[in-house]
């Protein structure tokens, strides 16, 4: 949260380009084209909105789903615009390869 609040973003940012109907399924497979690493059987993808607060300064944090590289998930169907993305909002993915253990289930990494 340091990063975006200081008017940045992180150094290993991605730029995607997609529609608000895209899924969290069709957004792991892009970042996979990008990153091989990210290709292994296993790696969890932990997809948050990164987005301005309008009440006060500052960003804020949703998180909205997660997505396993070789197998299905109940939130690969989960869309953008379900989960009330806005154009100009930011979306975190914390990568974590399959020989890392992945965080307990309904925690993603902290912000």
Known sequence: MDVFSRGNVPSSDLQIYTWMYATLKELTSLVKE???EARKKGTHFNFAI???DVKRPGYRVKKVGSTVSG???TDDSVTLQLQKFQI???LDIAIISP???PPPSGHMRPY
Do not use: A, C, K, Q
């Open 99 to 101: 020989n890392r253990s």
């Open 34 to 36: 990008v990153y091989p």
């Open 50 to 52: 990164v987005f301005t």
């Open 88 to 90: 100009g909002d930011y």
């Open 71 to 73: 197998r299905e998930g």
